[in-house]
């Protein structure tokens, strides 16, 4: 199976230039320098870097000069202490993943899709000269599956306009219902030898989305144990989140068993599967724990799943850095941190 070399113990860097209210202030203080420090120091490999279009466009669409100086400040800082970066567009003109930003009719708008070119043309032109350590992420958590169609049409347009400028730059490629594993197989065959898979990995839900306010299927009051049996797994999945997909049990695996790494092992065997099939690397870009569970419960869980990870040669990036609902650096993760920085 293809490696992703150089991208295989990551982390996140969400909200900072992305999902955030966009002033100089947020830019210029929620990661300085230092932080890029203490990822290395972490032993981490690269970061994920989540842009949205307002970073470098403004609403008719013209670039924006200073936006572009933070992508060329972090490409600066991640040279100077040997990481390298997944440059991600988290938001386009016309979609998000995230319906609260009333972005749409990107999927159905030919001049919507032509300024997607056009950015990812001039992001291309600007960064496509670091190859040796600046990845492109074209865009973040596709969401509908009667996307499919349209979205392999786009990415493939999108990754033949950056060619001409990007000729070797890696470029991650992912599905629909946001980036989930199950919709690898629907993806185009790769263009190139330097496309990349990529899948996004929360399972199981209820516990990594516990309480989670913006998840209107969600009682915020939920809470539930990492090591929670199989049978109680599934049964929250079909009362409490029945549009949230099945929950999958290990082949041997009991009702009453407790989940565990067996888990992660199963589910991850689809993109292995994929990924030799097609001879294309596969990359995690995003894997998390919510701030409402357990510091130690979010440790056995990300030990599990890095594990199993690490086992196939998958590379991956945790989100996130810092804040977020998820941050590894956040005071609460203290006691635990150690522990799941050296699983990732």
């Given at each position: ?128 000269k670091y190859s040796d350590?600046?990845a492109f992420e074209l ?108 929950f999958i049990k290990p ?94």
């Open positions: 199976m293809k490696i992703f070399e150089g991208y295989m113990y990551g982390v996140n860097l969400g909200g900072w230039l992305s999902q955030c209210d966009h002033t100089k202030e947020r830019y210029d203080t929620f990661i300085v320098e230092k932080d890029i420090e203490i990822i290395k120091n972490w032993g981490m490999d690269h970061v994920r870097v989540p842009i949205d279009y307002e970073l470098i466009q403004d609403k008719a669409g013209n670039y924006l000069e200073d936006g572009f100086g933070y992508i060329d400040k972090a490409v600066g800082w991640c040279g100077k202490y040997g990481l390298n970066m997944v440059l991600d567009v988290h938001k386009t003109y016309g979609y998000s993943f995230d319906l609260g930003y009333n972005e749409s009719g990107f999927f159905d708008d030919p001049a919507l899709q032509e300024r997607f070119y056009k950015m990812w043309e001039e992001l291309a032109k600007r960064y496509g350590r600046v865009l973040n958590e596709v969401t509908s599956k009667e996307y499919s169609d349209r979205w392999n049409a786009i990415s493939t347009e999108c990754i033949k306009r950056i060619r001409k400028t990007a000729p070797v730059t890696k470029i991650l490629l992912g599905g629909y219902y946001n980036n989930s594993i199950d919709a690898l197989p629907d993806l185009p065959l790769p263009l190139d030898g330097n496309v990349v898979y990529n899948f996004h990995c929360y399972d199981p839900f209820p516990f990594t989305h516990q309480g989670a306010y913006w998840v209107k299927e969600m009682d915020p009051a939920f809470r539930i144990a990492y090591e929670t049996s199989y049978g109680e797994y599934e049964n929250i999945m079909r009362t409490m989140l029945p549009g949230f997909g099945s082949e041997g695996k009991s009702d009453g068993d407790a989940l565990g790494r067996e888990y992660f092992d199963n589910i991850l065997q689809k993109a292995v599967r994929i990924a030799e099939e097609r001879d294309v690397a596969v990359y995690c870009g995003e894997f998390g724990v919510i701030e409402n569970a357990t510091p130690e419960d979010a440790k056995k869980w990300y030990i599990d799943i890095c594990a199993c990870l690490n086992k196939y040669n998958i590379g991956h990036a945790a989100w996130s850095y810092k804040s977020m609902n998820f941050g590894i650096a956040d005071k609460r993760m203290d006691q635990v941190r150690e522990e799941v920085v050296r699983a990732i």
